[in-house]
């Protein structure tokens, strides 16, 4: 398996600008999560979805930010418009399938998307 | 607010010698799990435990968890070069599939 896979791994922008960060999770999972990591505020969970539906989005800092997961194997984070203290680093992470008779609850982490909003 | 707190902050070891970091938690939990981060890099699960169980083993790892003081040790033994890394406890905090990251320890090993 390919692992989760984010894209862009970098991405600088300006001020004002839309931003869309994509991530395709491990096939079979059906939780899928949206980080922010900064070295202030450490791991930041924002959002996560549950068989495509977002469960708990109570983390989202505020209406500039926005994700969906239009299917299985997509999900976009859209922050729009960016601004100088969005810079960090987002994960997206999967987790799902059974471990014996244990729903593992392990996340998988994607490499990240360095964002710098200038 | 923070689900697992790690201690200490920062560790530094010689190469061989064993690592020993801390988690404290707050509220109920199903399980607690820990994870690695090298620098740059996105965060690896290592191991989980139940929150039914009291000690596990992965290779060189030996994760305790004591559910009556809301606190887990991860013990990595035997430590080389490679095992710099920060790392991270997670709870679930009895909430399904969402984890809730501690502020990590960052172990430096020394050759």
């Known amino acids: 398996d390919a692992g989760v896979i984010q894209s862009p791994r970098h991405e600088v922008t300006e001020m004002g600008q839309e931003v869309t960060l994509r991530c395709k999770p491990i096939s079979g999972h059906d939780y899928l999560f949206w980080y922010r990591q900064t070295m202030m505020r450490g791991l930041e969970l924002l959002i996560y979805?549950?068989?495509?539906?977002?469960?708990?989005d109570s983390g989202m800092p505020e209406d500039r930010f926005s994700a969906k997961m239009p299917n299985a194997s997509f999900s976009t984070l859209k922050i729009q418009p960016s601004e100088p203290r969005d810079s960090a680093v987002y994960f997206c992470?999967?987790?799902?399938?059974?471990?014996?008779?244990?729903?593992?609850?392990?996340?998988?982490f994607g490499p990240g998307t360095r964002l710098l909003v200038l | 607010s923070q689900q697992g707190e790690e201690d200490p902050q920062a560790l530094s070891i010689q190469e061989g010698e064993n690592a020993t970091m801390n988690c404290s938690y707050k509220t109920s939990i199903n399980n607690l799990q820990w994870y690695r981060q090298n620098s740059g890099r996105g965060l690896v699960h290592l191991i989980l435990i139940r929150s039914n169980e009291r000690e596990k083993h992965s290779g060189r790892l030996r994760v305790t968890l004591d559910t009556s003081k809301k606190s887990s040790s991860l013990l990595i033994t035997a430590s080389r070069a490679a095992d710099t890394a920060s790392y991270f406890c997670?709870?679930?905090?009895?909430?399904?599939?969402?984890?809730?990251f501690g502020q990590g320890t960052e172990l430096s090993v020394k050759p």
């Open positions: 979805f549950n068989n495509n539906v977002p469960i708990d």
């Open positions: 992470a999967s987790s799902g399938g059974r471990d014996s008779a244990h729903f593992n609850w392990a996340q998988y």
């Open positions: 997670a709870t679930d905090g009895n909430q399904g599939g969402k984890l809730i």
